[in-house]
């Protein structure tokens, strides 16, 4: 499995980003892909994932509103579009990928408390400036 990430940059509060991220050696539709990002500082978190087979998408609290992620079956690829960004949004932004558990994705928010994912991206940076 391989995820590889594109679309970071630096941009100006209230502006946008687009992430994408396509995946190989899997099939979307039985799995779960989803936006994870880390700060300096602090732990990695959740931002939004999306079921490969339902369709169902879940999203932080933080970025409820602001953010919209969507996928592409046949490209095996998730996209995140970030809007009204902030500073606070500033983090490495990285894409994982994982069949999961059930349709609801405990592993999305539930990520490192306890559950963790088997494959990642190598990331990409988001700097919003003040």
């Known amino acids: 499995v391989q995820l590889v990430e594109s679309g970071g940059g630096l941009v100006q509060t209230g502006g946008s980003l687009r992430l994408s991220c396509v995946g190989s050696g899997f099939h979307f539709d039985d799995w779960a892909m989803g936006w994870f990002r880390q700060a300096p500082g602090k732990d990695r978190e959740a931002v939004s994932c999306i079921s490969g087979m339902h369709g169902s998408t879940i999203y932080a609290d933080s970025v409820k509103g602001r953010f919209a992620i969507s996928s592409d079956s046949a490209k095996n690829s998730v996209y995140l579009q970030m809007n009204s960004l902030t500073p606070e949004d500033t983090a490495v932004y990285y894409c994982?990928?994982?069949?999961?558990?059930?349709?609801?994705?405990?592993?999305?928010?539930?990520?490192?408390?306890?559950?963790?994912?088997?494959?990642w991206g190598q990331g990409t940076q988001v700097t919003v400036s003040s």
């Open positions: 994982a990928a994982w069949r999961p558990r059930t349709g609801d994705m405990p592993e999305c928010l539930g990520y490192g408390r306890p559950w963790t994912l088997p494959y």
